[in-house]
């Protein structure tokens, strides 16, 4: 044979032994029928998933309540095997390398804000949750959210024992602390949602801010450098002025969680990477993708609302009702409702007060 009729030859042959392997790996996968089913976001269709083999013996030696290493990340991969765990809490100076939020605008991305947030982290100089969380081996926390739910569930004491009690907005700690605990390690927040009342700020707690649209940044600096807020067109509703804390306890979210939120795990609308109609997930939601990234274990409290139940408060500190909700233009609820609902059915996190 010619050397190049040898080569057609051996080309045809590995085409063929190719097809034959491939048709016959399908063969069994139809006649085993044990293929994994997925759903359009990715996740595991039966969501009854088991530790892994050396996990669940490693895990089976720890006294019960113990902190179990490494144990949401497992478990979320166990039903989403695309997860993948580094991503950091907080953009440090080097964040331009963070690859996949680079190209995205706010809410999604920093694009656009690169040399403000230089400014603002050149101040704020920390970029961590402090020495003696950054250095725990298993970490615990729990994302306390704003609903009705959480009232008069004398829940406090049990959320106290997280080792991150994570807040959002201006959900209050004073006069409810049975129910919501006393300890807040990090409180994330936007502007138009910022406690607007400096007394309110708990000493010793983050103050972790999100950004949504551009703007957001900008108010970040005056917040960080205390300067006087002069209009406050472009926001939404009225915005705090002030912030009472120095700037090294001051950090920004990594938008990372807003963006695998809305288009990996909920399934928003893409739309072109920009903010729109009903692609925005809800801050306790991009709490959650956070702590799923740094945490052990993750629990929720106050997450949730029952229809059925629409006299009761829709937030737990205040008397405004359940059916009062309207129907809201950038998040979209009931898509959200069913990524958490997986969490909680696989058991990726542990809802405290069974509202998800
Ligand atoms: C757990 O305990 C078993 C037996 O009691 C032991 O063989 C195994 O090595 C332990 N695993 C770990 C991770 O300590
Ligand atoms: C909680 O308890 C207080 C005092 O007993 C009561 O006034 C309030 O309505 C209760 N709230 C809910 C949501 O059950
Ligand atoms: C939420 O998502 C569903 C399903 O994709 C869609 O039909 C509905 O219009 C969305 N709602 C909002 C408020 O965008």
Redesign the pocket.
Known sequence: MKPSHKLLFVLCLILVLGFIFNFSGKLHQRVWGQKPQYDKQGFLQKLDVKLPAELAHQYGNLTEGVCKPGYAAAMMTAIYPKFMKPAPMFLDRNFKRLAKVSNYMPPFGFKTQERIIDIILTITKNYGLGEDLDSLSCRRCVIVGNGGILANKSLGPRIDEYDVVVRLNEAPVTGFSKDVGTKTTMRITYPEGAMQKPERYEKDSLFVFSAFKPLDFKWLKHMVFNEKLRGTEGFWKSVARHVPREPTEMRILNPYFIQEAAFQFIGLPLNNGLMG??NIPTLGTVAITMALHNCDEVAVAGFGYDMNKPYLPLHYYEKVKMSAIK???TH?I??EKEFLRKLVKAKVITDLTNGI
């Open positions: 109609k009903g129907e809201s233009w979209n009931s898509k």
